[in-house]
């Protein structure tokens, strides 16, 4: 790799002494090296954190310094663009930024020798209904929740798979996770892990009022269709759609969002052998 593009978040290098680091050592390497301007990242209102205009085409890799989240928003920002992604993990170790500040060098040593892997990761889509019409549509890179807004009522989700009515939750919310979300929300409600890698739907269930419920997997061909049910008493109650804990889409009984397998994948480069199960363990050491 020759070229490379970096976005950084400012609240983990608010002067820039790693992103600058990053830039010196490339350029020192012969290899070109470009720094998204903070001011101008989100001038667009197609993006959110990452204006993906302004990214060259010719770009080959996009250096992302944060951590998990910045990875995410990175990733929906640019997926369009189809190019691999590096997290660089400025906090703790995480599932998605694997490389840590010590082991930088050695990363970028790797991409400039083009000694690297590709993994591709699922992403899904929502797409939600008011009357039957279109009102909005995000993708997600981990999760899509669906949960009441309000007071704390339970609200009763109905749930379609295919159009096939599938079951009722009475519950707080729902979770609708890729393989590579199923290491966060969907985890601390009590669903199982999954290979980042896998081509599955995951849905989870957000405090549910019965004791038998469990998380149900899904074919990646599947399209899950949530529709918001009434509270207690049949009342009319809020909600809200959330695409990895950042765009909300607000919903209302009657309304629906329909969830599916995305057109396309985000690209996440492996510079090291650290597996997933390894990752995973030093994790579930560390809680």
């Given at each position: 790799?020759?070229?490379?593009?970096?976005?950084?978040?400012?609240?983990?290098?608010?002067?820039?002494?790693?992103?600058?680091?990053?830039?010196?050592?490339?350029?020192?390497?012969?290899?070109?090296?470009?720094?998204?301007?903070?001011?101008?990242?989100?001038?667009?209102?197609a993006y959110r954190?990452?204006?993906?205009?302004?990214?060259?085409?010719?770009?080959?890799?996009?250096?992302?310094?944060?951590?998990?989240?910045?990875?995410?928003?990175?990733?929906?920002?640019?997926?369009?663009?189809?190019?691999?992604?590096?997290?660089?993990?400025?906090?703790?170790?995480?599932?998605?930024?694997?490389?840590?500040?010590?082991?930088?060098?050695?990363?970028?040593?790797?991409?400039?020798?083009?000694?690297?892997?590709?993994?591709?990761?699922?992403?899904?889509?929502?797409?939600?209904?008011?009357?039957?019409?279109?009102?909005?549509?995000?993708?997600?890179?981990?999760?899509?929740?669906?949960?009441?807004?309000?007071p704390l009522r339970?609200?009763?989700?109905?749930?379609?798979?295919?159009?096939?009515?599938?079951?009722?939750?009475?519950?707080?919310?729902?979770?609708?996770?890729?393989?590579?979300?199923?290491?966060?929300?969907?985890?601390?409600?009590?669903?199982?892990?999954?290979?980042?890698?896998?081509?599955?739907?995951?849905?989870?269930?957000?405090?549910?009022?019965?004791?038998?419920?469990?998380?149900?997997?899904?074919?990646?061909?599947?399209?899950?269709?949530?529709?918001?049910?009434?509270?207690?008493?049949?009342?009319?109650?809020?909600?809200?759609?959330?695409?990895?804990?950042?765009?909300?889409?607000?919903?209302?009984?009657?309304?629906?969002?329909?969830?599916?397998?995305?057109?396309?994948?985000?690209?996440?480069?492996?510079?090291?052998?650290?597996?997933?199960?390894?990752?995973?363990?030093?994790?579930?050491?560390?809680?």
């Open positions: 790799m020759d070229k490379f593009y970096i976005i950084t978040n400012h609240s983990k290098d608010g002067n820039l002494a790693v992103t600058k680091r990053i830039e010196e050592y490339l350029t020192s390497n012969g290899k070109t090296c470009m720094i998204q301007d903070k001011d101008s990242a989100a001038m667009s209102a954190y990452t204006n993906a205009e302004l990214i060259p085409e010719d770009v080959e890799c996009i250096l992302v310094l944060g951590g998990d989240g910045t990875l995410l928003q990175a990733a929906r920002d640019v997926v369009n663009k189809q190019i691999p992604l590096l997290g660089i993990n400025l906090g703790t170790l995480g599932y998605l930024a694997e490389i840590d500040q010590s082991s930088i060098k050695p990363a970028l040593d790797h991409l400039m020798l083009d000694e690297y892997e590709i993994e591709e990761r699922m992403m899904i889509e929502g797409t939600v209904y008011h009357n039957n019409k279109k009102v909005a549509s995000d993708l997600a890179l981990n999760d899509i929740v669906i949960r009441r807004e309000g339970v609200v009763k989700f109905r749930n379609f798979v295919n159009e096939e009515f599938l079951n009722s939750y009475n519950a707080d919310g729902i979770i609708v996770a890729t393989p590579t979300g199923s290491t966060g929300y969907s985890l601390s409600a009590g669903g199982p892990i999954v290979s980042p890698t896998a081509a599955l739907l995951l849905m989870t269930p957000i405090a549910p009022h019965t004791l038998n419920t469990r998380s149900i997997l899904f074919d990646d061909k599947d399209r899950i269709t949530v529709e918001i049910g009434p509270g207690r008493g049949e009342s009319p109650e809020n909600a809200v759609a959330s695409f990895d804990g950042d765009t909300n889409i607000p919903m209302r009984t009657g309304d629906r969002i329909v969830i599916e397998r995305a057109g396309k994948n985000t690209k996440i480069v492996k510079t090291n052998h650290i597996s997933f199960l390894e990752i995973l363990r030093k994790k579930m050491n560390n809680s």
